[in-house]
């Protein structure tokens, strides 16, 4: 007879879907409210290359992709959230908004840019006019799913509702399975895929069925 306990049946997790703008990083990242490196987290490992990419995406209004957070106990250092998925895309565009790194001034139409900025080949956050800049801090969006995991709520057998705390290291342990089922269930795009894709964007005509 096997003397192993039995596991304890997969949790169910809820998340509250919200929206953030980028001035909500660009205000409360700098002040602490986030923890972006979670021990299960990797270290700051975007390329320039990445980071320029993610504020192109960021001015076309494309989609990024939702970034996970989780809501923790009062901490006396300020944090209340701790980032599960998207640390990347945070750091990266509140070192943009920062200037600790430029992007091609071609992007920006001639209106979206300071004066004193024109001629430039490369601008930062603090050469995009006023009105361009506030189109980015209000208008690009970052769609973010809130996990609250303080507290573990499942249905007896009976259908009654039950409930209990979880412990500080219980919501860690969770936001890590949370981390590695999102980033390690699917296949990684490769180098090959994305030249692909720049080919046809490159050249359309020679890719049309």
Same mark, same amino acid.
């Given at each position: ?8 049946? @997969? ?21 602490? =409210?986030?923890? @972006? ?14 980071? *320029?990419?993610?504020?192109?995406? @960021? ?17 006396? #250092? ?16 509140? =070192?943009?908004? /920062? ?21 430039? &080949?490369?601008?930062?956050?603090? #050469? ?10 209000? !208008? ?15 249905? #007896? =057998? ?5 409930? *209990?705390? *979880?412990? +500080? #290291?219980?919501?860690? =342990?969770?936001? &890590?399975?949370?981390? +590695? ?6 296949? !990684? ?11 046809? &964007?490159?050249?359309?005509? /020679?890719?049309?069925?």
């Amino acid at each position: 007879m096997s003397t192993e306990a039995t596991p304890e049946p @997969l949790p169910e997790i809820q998340f509250q879907p919200m929206s953030y703008t980028v001035g909500h990083w660009k205000m409360f990242v700098p002040q602490g =409210a986030y923890e @972006l490196s979670a021990p299960y987290q990797r270290g700051s490992v975007w390329t320039l290359e990445q980071r *320029r990419a993610l504020v192109k995406s @960021l001015y076309m209004h494309l989609p990024i992709g939702s970034v996970i957070i989780s809501k923790i106990r009062y901490r006396q #250092d300020g944090v209340s959230f701790r980032v599960i998925d998207g640390r990347q895309r945070i750091e990266a565009i509140v =070192a943009f908004t /920062q200037d600790e790194f430029t992007v091609p001034a071609w992007w920006f139409r001639p209106g979206d840019l300071r004066a004193e900025a024109a001629g430039n &080949a490369e601008v930062t956050w603090s #050469d995009l006019s006023d009105a361009a800049a506030t189109r980015l801090e209000v !208008a690009a969006h970052f769609p973010a799913l809130e996990f609250n995991g303080q507290v573990d709520i499942w249905f #007896d =057998a009976e259908g009654k509702r039950q409930s *209990r705390e *979880r412990s +500080d #290291d219980e919501v860690l =342990a969770m936001e &890590a399975q949370i981390f +590695d089922l999102i980033n390690f269930g699917g296949t !990684a795009q490769t180098e090959e895929n994305r030249e692909r894709a720049r080919q046809v &964007a490159a050249h359309p005509e /020679q890719h049309q069925s």
